[in-house]
């Protein structure tokens, strides 16, 4: 199957600062990703939808400015989550499909503490 | 909008015993569901996928069944193995998102 890579797996950073996390589609081209966030025994809540060249469709109650989505190339979308607070610390995925409709491809995750 | 349910919450059950996971969704429109197992802290491994026109698919000890106008898919592990252990999530494709179910939490016993 197609594979989504998600980086970095695991981070740690400091209230106030930014992380990017980046996710890549390896074998194919998506020109639509998606970012997901997970919190403990809970289920996946889409976040926003990047779109590659415009700009990304934010769910009702996600803070755009926040969290800042760039979709610069086929295979690569980007998260920022900026001036992080401890109450952002949650585990972050990406997927992406080749064809809107189609089987998903699911990154790692990226497990983020806001310290 | 969409809501998907799986059930139940948490499952336990011994070393080769047949299991069944339930799903269910409101909206009938829908592309595809999938099947996923996510390991703690760990991203989605996707088991399953079945297109909007076809009624199961089966990979290896696993089927899923699709039921779309009653809004239900079923996933049915059969001779559980202890590495089975995992939380299985369903998730229906609308075209343009992925809604996920909360999950169902699988422990086998060995």
């Known amino acids: 199957g197609a594979v989504v890579s998600q980086h970095p797996s695991r981070v740690i950073c400091k209230s106030g600062t930014s992380v990017k996390i980046e996710c890549r589609s390896l074998?194919?081209?998506?020109?639509?990703m998606f970012w997901y966030r997970q919190f403990p025994k809970q289920s996946l809540m889409l976040m926003a939808t990047s779109n590659e060249g415009s700009k990304a469709t934010y769910e009702q109650g996600v803070e755009k400015d926040k969290f800042l989505i760039n979709h610069a190339s086929l295979t690569l979308s980007t998260l920022t989550v900026t001036s992080a607070h401890p109450e952002d610390s949650s585990f972050y995925i990406c997927s992406a499909d080749r064809d809107r409709g189609t089987e998903a491809f699911f990154g790692q995750g990226t497990r983020l503490t806001v310290v | 909008k969409q809501e998907v349910t799986q059930i139940p919450a948490a499952l336990s059950v011994p070393e080769g015993e047949n299991l069944v996971l339930n799903c269910s969704f409101t909206d009938s429109a829908i592309y595809n569901l999938q099947w996923f197992r996510q390991d703690p802290g760990k991203g989605l491994t996707s088991l399953l996928l079945i297109q909007s026109s076809q009624r199961e698919q089966t990979s290896g000890r696993l089927n899923a069944s699709l039921d779309k106008s009653s809004g239900r898919s079923t996933l049915y592990i059969a001779a559980s193995q202890p590495g089975d252990s995992a939380t299985y999530l369903c998730a229906v494709n609308v075209g343009n998102q992925f809604y996920f179910g909360t999950g169902t939490s699988l422990t086998v016993i060995p």
């Open positions: 074998d194919f081209q998506a020109t639509t």
